[in-house]
């Protein structure tokens, strides 16, 4: 199974709380990390990782308990917005996983999180990452929430702007003064209109707004700020991302 989990801090701005979960990540047998990205703006890093079912469960939870312990969110700092000291935790199906296994790997690490450090869990399924994110943000708390591609127009649309990933309040502003109040007015206003107005921002939420995936929409990998292994290594991995395969994501609320 791979996983992908986001955290609120960065190599740039906590070097030392950044290393103490890259060595968390590297200390639970059966886990691999494939890459880390890092950004000193968001102040947040995204690890991938793959391994055994039981050895991606306890580094999920074991990398949570660490960011609990190091990550100070009152003095937090950064354009991301900031769910917790554990943004979010995606699972996807890869081998000979199946969507139902992904599922039960979600609602064990839900329910050892809430018992053993106290947060409330929502568990997000979608076809990819970002459905999967904003369906984790839906009606809390521990509740399992569903957002597929078919479920965007009326599930997601009707909320406001600042509720997609990456709108801030920066940019909630300037969306309002080009009368975008709802994801749904975003979605449908013209990507050449908002590439002008906001740069290659207002292309990236146009994209976010109907429900495509960032990984789906970036042509060339993003440039790696932090730690790696080869492309080799990325290459070897099966392709886990197809329209049979569900991504499942702990949102996390302390």
Same mark, same amino acid.
């Given at each position: 199974?791979?996983?992908?989990?986001?955290?609120?801090?960065?190599?740039?701005?906590?070097?030392?709380?950044?290393?103490?979960?890259?060595?968390?990540?590297?200390?639970?047998?059966?886990?691999?990390? $494939?890459?880390?990205?890092?950004? @000193? #703006?968001?102040?947040?890093?995204?690890?991938?990782?793959?391994?055994? !079912? *039981?050895?991606? +469960?306890?580094?999920?939870?074991?990398?949570?308990?660490?960011?609990?312990?190091?990550?100070?969110?009152?003095?937090?700092?950064?354009?991301?917005?900031?769910?917790?000291?554990?943004?979010?935790?995606?699972?996807?199906?890869?081998?000979?996983?199946?969507?139902?296994?992904?599922?039960?790997?979600?609602?064990?690490?839900?329910?050892?999180?809430?018992?053993?450090?106290?947060?409330?869990?929502?568990?997000?399924?979608?076809?990819?990452? $970002?459905?999967?994110?904003?369906? @984790? #943000?839906?009606?809390?708390?521990?509740?399992?929430?569903?957002?597929? !591609? *078919?479920?965007? +127009?009326?599930?997601?649309?009707?909320?406001?702007?600042?509720?997609?990933?990456?709108?801030?309040?920066?940019?909630?502003?300037?969306?309002?003064?080009?009368?975008?109040?709802?994801?749904?007015?975003?979605?449908?206003?013209?990507?050449?209109?908002?590439?002008?107005?906001?740069?290659?921002?207002?292309?990236?939420?146009?994209?976010?707004?109907?429900?495509?995936?960032?990984?789906?929409?970036?042509?060339?990998?993003?440039?790696?700020?932090?730690?790696?292994?080869?492309?080799?290594?990325?290459?070897?991995?099966?392709?886990?991302?197809?329209?049979?395969?569900?991504?499942?994501?702990?949102?996390?609320?302390?």
């Amino acid at each position: 199974v791979e996983c992908i989990p986001n955290f609120s801090v960065s190599k740039e701005q906590d070097p030392v709380v950044f290393q103490g979960l890259v060595d968390v990540a590297n200390s639970v047998p059966g886990c691999t990390v $494939l890459d880390v990205q890092t950004d @000193g #703006d968001h102040n947040r890093c995204v690890f991938t990782m793959v391994g055994s !079912p *039981e050895a991606i +469960e306890e580094v999920a939870f074991q990398m949570t308990k660490k960011a609990t312990e190091l990550i100070d969110m009152t003095k937090h700092k950064g354009q991301h917005p900031r769910m917790g000291a554990t943004d979010v935790i995606p699972f996807i199906p890869t081998m000979d996983m199946t969507v139902e296994e992904c599922v039960e790997i979600s609602k064990r690490l839900a329910k050892r999180i809430w018992d053993e450090l106290g947060f409330t869990v929502n568990v997000g399924i979608s076809s990819n990452k $970002l459905l999967a994110k904003m369906a @984790g #943000d839906f009606e809390k708390p521990n509740k399992v929430h569903t957002l597929f !591609p *078919e479920e965007v +127009e009326g599930k997601m649309w009707p909320l406001p702007v600042r509720d997609l990933f990456l709108v801030g309040a920066a940019t909630e502003r300037k969306l309002k003064l080009m009368g975008i109040y709802t994801i749904g007015d975003l979605a449908k206003t013209e990507r050449t209109l908002l590439k002008s107005k906001l740069g290659k921002h207002g292309e990236t939420i146009w994209h976010f707004a109907n429900g495509r995936n960032a990984d789906m929409v970036t042509p060339e990998p993003a440039e790696n700020k932090g730690y790696a292994t080869s492309e080799v290594a990325r290459m070897a991995l099966p392709l886990a991302l197809s329209q049979y395969v569900r991504s499942f994501l702990l949102s996390m609320e302390h």
